[in-house]
């Protein structure tokens, strides 16, 4: 972590503490079968960032309600009652803004707090430095309206000029404005970078991953489903899948999490979704890689994008979709001694599957093999 990082995170932390804000929430699954080292965040829990117009209006309503209140009760004179309303006004209105900064700071993960699989996958897309600096800018927010709060009452605690508790309640107002201003960008960066980690899979300790590869179209979704109560978007068009769909399943005493990967295309040069799925296939225990019998994709680009995964190293089941619609021990007769051959020459482990029921025994045995 580099030295300002620790900064940061202690001044996270250290608020967090002061203002007993629960810590952060981790699953904890117990497991035998310890494949992944790490915890993913729950990128699902991170509080919506709302709009800076939305916590300044929240903050006008917390105030005027303040306000009303007050008006209610008996004063010993004129001032007394101006200076507690303004300095009553000046709590609601940044006891407002501050919670709503600090929801930010608060639900989003510590970049360095996140899993090297994630991180790897939100550094495809996302400038972490950016990211830090964009959450620090919330934070130094929070800090400078604190303080202006702080000072702001300070100066109301005497005295007794109307015009004067007038214009620090206005000035606070107006410099609280001021600051969330200078931090606008952020709001719409880290709202729009919020839901981008809602699409990273939430991965478990102790669970094997195995991932789910092929052409776009293939049948990937409809697998996870049908080995798992997930419930990925399935569809008739390529490139559904943007999201990593997770699915999680024991079989026996295996614990495993099936990750449904974005349409791998065979290119050279690969765009973001399929190093998306690269990166996933290389912390993977086992790839299940599906062939599609109905060809809208080659068998011969079918089977390039199965030696590129075989080079992987990884165990491979492949899986042979839709053959409720085709006859796939007949459309594969004689294909698939060239996917013998291609096992044979990478020298990887593979089992072949037409039917669910392979898979999971298949990965039964694959598994104990690693042990
Ligand atoms: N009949 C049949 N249709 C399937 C099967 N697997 C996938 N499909 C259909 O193929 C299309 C693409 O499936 P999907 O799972 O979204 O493919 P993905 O892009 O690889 O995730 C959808 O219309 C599915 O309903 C299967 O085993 N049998
Ligand atoms: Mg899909």
């Known amino acids: 972590m580099k030295k300002d990082d620790v900064k940061l995170k202690k001044n996270i932390d250290d608020i967090k503490n002061i203002e007993n804000i629960e810590s952060i929430d981790i699953v904890d699954v117990n497991s035998n079968v310890p494949s992944v080292s790490f915890d993913s965040f729950d990128f699902q829990k991170i509080k919506p960032v ?20 007050l008006l209610k009760k008996k004063y010993k004179d004129d001032i007394v009652k101006e200076r507690h309303i303004a300095r009553e006004s000046i709590k609601a209105f940044s006891k407002s803004l501050l919670k709503n900064l600090k929801n930010v700071f608060t639900s989003f993960p510590f970049i360095t707090d996140i899993d090297e699989v994630n991180f790897k996958l939100l550094s495809l897309e996302y400038d972490v430095d950016k990211v830090k600096k964009h959450l620090g800018n919330f934070f130094w927010a929070y800090k400078k309206i604190y303080s202006l709060q702080k000072e702001s009452l300070r100066k109301l ?22 600051i969330l201003n200078q931090i606008n960008d ?19 300790k102790g669970y094997f991953i195995v991932s789910i590869a092929g052409f776009p179209n293939v049948g990937k979704s409809t697998l996870l489903k049908k080995v798992t109560s997930a419930n990925p978007e399935i569809n008739v068009y390529p490139f559904t899948t943007k999201k990593l769909n997770l699915g999680l399943k024991v079989v026996d005493s295996f614990k495993i999490q099936f990750i449904d990967t974005p349409g791998t295309l065979n290119r050279e040069k690969s765009n973001v979704i399929e190093k998306k799925a ?51 021990k007949k459309v594969f007769e004689d294909k698939i001694s060239k996917i013998k051959e291609v096992v044979k020459k990478n020298d990887v482990k593979v089992s072949f599957c037409y039917d669910v029921s392979c898979i999971l025994s298949s990965l039964k045995d694959f598994l104990l093999m690693k042990e």
């Open 50 to 69: 709302e709009k800076k117009d939305v916590i300044i209006k929240n903050a006008f309503s917390a105030m005027r309600f303040k306000k009303k209140l």
């Open 278 to 328: 690269e990166i996933i296939i290389s912390y993977s225990d086992v790839v299940v890689y599906v062939f599609d019998p109905s060809f809208s994709y080659s068998f011969e680009e079918q089977l390039k994008l199965f030696e590129n995964i075989t080079l992987k190293k990884k165990k491979v089941i492949v899986y042979f979709s839709k053959c409720d619609l085709f006859d796939c």
């Open 157 to 178: 605690s005497r005295t007794k000029d109307l015009g004067f508790i007038n214009n620090v309640k206005n000035s606070f107002i107006a410099r609280s404005n001021s």
């Open 186 to 204: 952020s709001f719409v960066f880290l709202e729009e970078f919020r839901k981008f980690l809602k699409t990273l899979p939430v991965l478990k």
